[in-house]
């Protein structure tokens, strides 16, 4: 017998007053925007202005839902979430003083972005007091409301604590793509991928169901990969990228997002309010594209590189620079071993006699020009990205960073055939680094 709890963390069957429905919307949008180190996460009723802390925001809930159960989740959410900070950032003990750009975990080593590492994982001296948070949530039983919310977050914890498999074990109790909840209007056989897929054109959805999803991509990230199961690690982040895509986050054409600046402040203010939303957004996409690229043909690797860089035009250069750039990187340099047309082995910049004509018919012509495109838009995502996490370097030293992007940006200027035109392009790009 399914119980109701889709919608991830929910309210019960009926909100006893507008108190309740006020509370429920103020802290699930809290928990959607990842407002872990907001001293006032909450408001109340009639005002915008944020004046509750976490604790009054909780207790409000509690008193005018009665959902214990799930303000007892978001608590722990919030502990562990400040927890995850890694040893760079600021102690979790100075809540006031953590930066949204600490709460986003960006890679820590620069050196290796393409690995899984500890990514997601607590450091050792951590641990025991998130095993007293695991242990809490022990005690809300199967008969919770929020049964499959409870589990998905124990299966999070669980990850945290670096057990993948225990993680995976939790996982497998859980219908992941599970059904809608009872106290939406949807029917609910529908499951909540269908649910948001067949909202209206337009419409955009509740953070009640927004969480939900938060849920259940986080529930596809990294176990199996950090298990080194390659196959299922894909598959699950391919099941993780379907959710995705049914959120409407970005146009379904992708060839044009590139030129929606016209939306730059409502995505901004988008992607502030589901900030915690995009941080799993990324994570999922960002390690499907690098196992894809480091287990399949260059070829067929390249749509999931293009997907991510594809959602990373929502965010702004200066959320997980370490971790974009990795892919950025990995976009061109899977462009360079995928040219428009075939690169003879005797290629060389020096003999322009051995250069492939760039007009050798309307075919190539089309998918070169196609091609560049694409090689343009990451090479300026990625040099936006190097602006906002590098600093120039002093006498004597070298930013490797910055040479790396050259060098792909002349890589892609030679297997294009070291076409006049386009080398203002590699001087223009390369200049502002």
């Known amino acids: 017998m399914a119980t109701n709890t889709t919608a991830g963390p929910s309210q019960p069957h009926s909100i006893p007053n507008p108190k309740g429905t006020h509370y429920t919307q103020q802290l699930h949008a809290a928990l959607l925007r990842g407002a872990w180190a907001e001293s006032t996460p909450g408001s109340i009723p009639g005002t915008t202005a ?3 802390s976490w604790s009054e925001l ?9 959902n214990d159960d799930f303000a007892n989740l978001a608590s722990s959410l919030q502990a562990v979430s400040l927890l995850l900070i890694g040893s760079s950032s600021t102690s979790p003990s100075s809540a006031r003083k953590i930066s949204l750009e600490n709460l986003d975990y960006d890679l820590a080593d620069r050196k290796t972005p393409l690995r899984l590492g500890s990514e997601g994982q607590l450091r050792e001296e951590r641990k025991d007091e998130v095993q007293e948070i695991l242990k809490g949530l022990g005690s809300l039983g199967e008969t919770s409301t929020i049964n ?6 124990k299966a999070h914890l669980a990850y945290a604590l670096g057990n993948p498999s225990e993680c995976l074990s939790i996982l497998s109790s859980v219908s ?14 529908l499951s909540i991928t269908e649910r948001l897929r067949d909202a209206a054109p337009g419409n955009k959805h509740s ?18 990969e950090s298990l080194n199961h390659v196959s299922d690690a ?17 146009p379904s054409s992708h060839g044009s997002i590139s030129t929606t600046a016209k939306s730059e402040k409502s995505d901004a203010a988008s992607f502030r309010d589901q900030r915690e939303l995009w941080r799993w957004v990324e994570r999922l996409l960002r390690r499907r594209a690098i196992v894809a690229s480091q287990r399949l043909p260059v070829e067929v690797a390249l749509p999931y590189l293009k997907i991510y860089r594809d959602y990373a035009y929502r965010w702004p250069p200066t959320f997980r620079p370490i971790g974009a ?15 428009p047309f075939p690169r003879p082995t005797s290629l060389s910049i020096s ?10 018919g309307s075919v190539v012509a089309a998918r070169r020009k196609t091609w560049y495109q694409d090689a343009h838009e990451c090479a300026e995502q990625l040099q936006k990205t190097l602006e906002a996490s590098t600093v120039f370097p002093r006498a004597g030293e070298v930013n490797w960073d910055v040479n790396d992007f050259v060098d792909l940006c002349m890589g892609i200027w030679e297997r294009g055939g070291c076409d006049e035109q386009e080398a203002e392009w590699i001087i223009d790009v390369g200049f502002p680094c």
């Open 207 to 224: 953070p009640q169901e927004l969480w939900a999803a938060v849920e259940r991509i986080r529930g596809r990230c990294m176990s199996q």
């Open 234 to 250: 894909l598959k699950a982040y391919d099941a993780g990228a379907k959710l995705i895509e049914t959120l409407g986050l970005i």
């Open 351 to 360: 003999n322009s006699t051995s250069l492939p004509s760039p007009t050798s």
């Open 176 to 189: 992941i793509d599970s059904p809608a909840p009872k106290t939406s209007s949807v029917p609910p056989s």
């Open 148 to 153: 499959e919310s409870v589990l998905l977050t």
């Open 58 to 66: 909780l207790r409000k809930y509690r008193k005018h839902t009665g």
């Open 325 to 339: 750039a990795a892919v950025f990187s990995l976009y061109l340099r899977g462009l360079c071993l995928a040219p």
């Open 50 to 52: 944020p004046t509750l």
